[in-house]
Structures are given as C-alpha cells and as structure tokens.
C-alpha cells in the first residue's frame, strides 16, 4: 500500500514536470519569434496590439457609460423617489397615511428577501449553457429600470387630485 502511494506520487510529480517544460518551451518558442522579428516586424506588431488595446479601451467605455446611466437612475430613490411618493402617491393605507420616507425602505427588504431566489437562480443559469455575460447582465438591468421608470410614468398619469391639487383616491 505504501508502494502504491509512492508511485501515484511519483506519477503526480513526473505529470507536474511535464507541464512545467512545456510551458518552458511555449515560452523560449514565443522568445526565439520575438528575437527573429525584424523592426518591420515589431512595427506591425505594435500597430495590431495597439488597435486591440484601443478597442479593449472603447469597450470598457461603452460599459462604464451604461453603468454611471444605471447608477443614475438608481440612485433616484434617495431624493426624486422620495418627493414622487410623497408628492404624486396615495400614501393612506387602512385609514393611516404611510411617510414617503418609508418607501425607502422597500429595497432593503427586498434585497433581503429576494437575495436567497435570485442567488440560486443565477448560480443555476451560470453553471448551465446558458450562461450570460457580466456585459448582457448589465444589459438586463438598464431594461428593468427603464421599465421600472416607465411603470412610474403611466402610475403617475392615472393620478386623479381634486381643485386643490391633492390626490384623490379612485
């Protein structure tokens, strides 16, 4: 038995071996290109790299712009949300009328509650072959706030107030 834990070790040795001098030899290969390269070589080189980088960069500008245009509206919640639910909301609830402060309190809750189901959920979609991209994440967020502002634009204009301007309940 000792002998069979010896041998699967050497066997686990002369595998790790074998990966290290291949990735030795990947590496004086892409060494020995880089010294055989004529400057014309290294021009053209440099000219692809830095037209990869440059599209790398404008990807990753388009993403930060879609994500400061996410934080915008999300962070509406704070000020504009709370004046919205206290200016244009029917706050009473069974005879008592809610603060709009309250309504801030509402995605807490549900960050909390929900986190569970949708923790499950993406780690299920991620493992599976239909996995999304951070990228198509992202885009999936912008839709659901957009819908969510959307949602709030057609509420407010089925507001009814009376001659004062205080809203009515229908």
């Known amino acids: 038995e000792a002998n069979a834990d010896e041998a699967k070790a ?3 040795d002369a595998v790790a071996n074998e990966k290290k001098q291949n990735a030795l030899k990947e590496k004086y290969e892409e060494m ?4 055989e390269m004529t400057p014309s070589d290294i021009a ?4 692809r790299i830095a037209i990869a980088d440059t599209k790398a960069v404008a990807a990753i500008l388009i993403v930060c712009l879609f994500v400061i245009f996410f934080w915008l509206g999300f962070e509406q919640a704070g000020g504009t949300m709370t004046l919205f639910a206290e200016e244009e909301t029917d706050r009473n609830l069974f005879g008592f009328e809610v ?5 801030q309190s509402i995605n807490p809750i549900f960050i909390v509650l929900l986190a569970p189901l949708f923790s499950s959920m993406w780690y299920k979609i991620d493992t599976s ?5 951070i990228l198509y994440k992202m885009v999936i967020a912008l839709i659901l706030l957009g819908l969510g502002f959307t949602l709030l634009y057609f509420g407010q204009q089925t507001v009814v107030r009376d001659a004062s301007g205080a809203i009515v309940s229908k």
Do not use: C, G, N
Not at 44 to 47: I, N, P, Q, R, S
């Open 129 to 133: 072959k239909y996995r999304f991209s």
């Open 44 to 47: 053209a080189e440099t000219k």
């Open 10 to 12: 050497d066997v686990v």
């Open 32 to 35: 020995k290109k880089l010294a």
């Open 99 to 103: 603060p709009a402060s309250y309504f």
